[in-house]
């Protein structure tokens, strides 16, 4: 099974920024495409942004021109650049990675951002 572990979330204020790691092991020659989600307080998992194998990129509206998704095939890794951080981006953030047969999740990262 494909493996993914998270790092980088920690506390920061307003317009702040901070950069997820994601690295994922096992089958990875498997993964199409990875991406990040979050969880919010009393809110339903959203998407944040994904990325393929080929580097295609996908962002929520309401992350687009503060976030940026980039991978590492080398490293197995995908990042997370969080820039200009807001307080409603306070959530756990999730990596994925799919296969086009299923998914698989990490344990998430405790993203928080005071005003």
């Known amino acids: 099974q494909v493996q993914l572990v998270e790092s980088g979330g920690g506390s920061v204020q307003a317009g702040g920024s901070l950069r997820l790691s994601c690295v994922a092991s096992?089958?990875?020659?498997?993964?199409?495409?990875m991406g990040w989600y979050r969880r919010a307080p009393e809110k339903q998992r959203e998407l944040v942004a994904t990325?393929?194998?080929?580097?295609?990129?996908n962002y929520a509206d309401s992350v687009k021109g503060r976030f940026d998704i980039s991978r590492d095939n080398a490293k197995n890794t995908v990042f997370l650049q969080m820039n200009s951080l807001k307080p409603e981006d306070t959530a756990v953030y999730y990596c994925k990675a799919y296969t086009g047969f299923r998914e698989y999740w990490g344990q998430g990262t405790q993203v928080t951002v005071s005003s």
């Open positions: 990325i393929t194998f080929s580097g295609s990129t």
């Open positions: 096992g089958p990875i020659s498997r993964i199409i495409s």
